[in-house]
C-alpha cells in the first residue's frame, strides 16, 4: 500500500519533537512542522508528485527544502526514515545491509558479526579489499552486483560533498566529537559555520558486544544537499593508540596530530 501523506506528515512531526525535546535548533524544528503541514494541505499525493519530478517537485513545494525532499523520498520509497530511527535509537546495521541487492538476513548478519561491517561505507571497502571475495558463497557475478549498487547508493550522498570539496575536515569532526563528549547528552545538535551535525554514542549491537557504547560517537553531518557519516573511536593500536580518531580517515588524523603541538609536561614537584 502506498504511503499517505498523513503518514509522511507524522513521521516529520516526530522528528520535530525529538529534536525539540533535544534542545536543536528551534529553525530546524520549524522547519520539519512546516512540511508536514505543508504534506497535509497537500491536494493531491506526495507519491504522485515525486513520480513525476523527481526531487526537484518535491523541493518545489512549499517549506520542502534539500533535506526534507531527501526524507519524504526515503520514506516513500522505504517505508523508512534513517534520521528518525537514529533520534529513536534503533538503528540496526543488518537490517541496513540487507537492503542491498544480493544480501540477506543470513549473509548479512556474517557480514555484521565476522567482518564487522556496520554501514554501507564499511561493506563498499570490504567488496574491494578481498574480504568479500574471501566469503563462502560471493562468487564474481554476486560480487559485482554488490559493488554495482553500493556505487550508485553512496554516489548520490557523496557527489555533492566531493564535487564541492565540501568533505569536513577530521579536525572539525573530532571537534564536534569532544563537545559532544564533554556535554555528556544524549543527542548533541551543533552548528560549525553552515554545516549541522548530530552526534550520539553508537547503539549498535557490536558496541554493546564489545563494550564500546561510551566511546565509538557516530556524527551525522547535514549541509544543504550534502550528508555524511563517521565514527570516531579511540584509537587501541599503532601510533595514534589513545587517541580519538575518525575511522576511514586515519592517515589524516595521523597529519592533523603531527600538527598540533603536544601538551606541555606538568613540571615535577
Known amino acids: 500500500m502506498a504511503i499517505l501523506n498523513r503518514q509522511v506528515a507524522e513521521r516529520l512531526d516526530e522528528v520535530a519533537l525529538i529534536l525539540e525535546e533535544q534542545g536543536a535548533n528551534p529553525f530546524r524544528v520549524r522547519a520539519y ?3 508536514a503541514e505543508t504534506l497535509r494541505a497537500l491536494p493531491r499525493p506526495v507519491a504522485e508528485v515525486f513520480e513525476e519530478g523527481g526531487l526537484p517537485a518535491l523541493e ?4 520542502i527544502g534539500p533535506s526534507l525532499a531527501r526524507a519524504i523520498r526515503e520514506l516513500l520509497r522505504t517505508g523508512r526514515l534513517p534520521m528518525l530511527e537514529r533520534l529513536r535509537g534503533e538503528s540496526d546495521p543488518i537490517a541496513l545491509l540487507v537492503t542491498v541487492p544480493g544480501i540477506g538476513r543470513l549473509t548479512a548478519e556474517r557480514l555484521h558479526h565476522d567482518l564487522d561491517i556496520e554501514t554501507l561505507e564499511d561493506l563498499e571497502a570490504a567488496a574491494h579489499d578481498g574480504r568479500l571475495a574471501g566469503l563462502e558463497g560471493f562468487g564474481p557475478k554476486r560480487l559485482a552486483g554488490v559493488r554495482e549498487s553500493l556505487a550508485q547508493r553512496l554516489a548520490r550522498v557523496r557527489r555533492p560533498l566531493e564535487s564541492a570539496g565540501a568533505t569536513p575536515p577530521v579536525a ?6 569532544q563537545e559532544y563528549r564533554a556535554r555528556a547528552a544524549p543527542v548533541l545538535h551543533t552548528q560549525r559555520g553552515t554545516r549541522h ?3 550520539l554514542y553508537s547503539n549498535t549491537p557490536r558496541a554493546h558486544r564489545l563494550g564500546q557504547t561510551r566511546d565509538w560517537v557516530v556524527v ?3 549541509h544543504g544537499r550534502d550528508e555524511g557519516q563517521w565514527t570516531v573511536i579511540t584509537a587501541q593500536h599503532g601510533p595514534l593508540a589513545g587517541r580519538r580518531i575518525v ?3 586515519e592517515a589524516e588524523c595521523g597529519a592533523h596530530y603531527a600538527a598540533v603541538p603536544a601538551p606541555a609536561a606538568t613540571p615535577a614537584v
Not at 60 to 63: D, E, G, I, K, S
Not at 172 to 177: A, F, M, Y
Open 33 to 35: 512542522r512546516r512540511g
Open 60 to 63: 518545489a513545494l512549499p517549506a
Open 172 to 177: 572539525e569532526i573530532l571537534d564536534v566529537d
Open 197 to 199: 551535525y548530530t552526534a
Open 220 to 222: 551525522y553531518l547535514e
Open 247 to 249: 575511522r576511514g580517515r
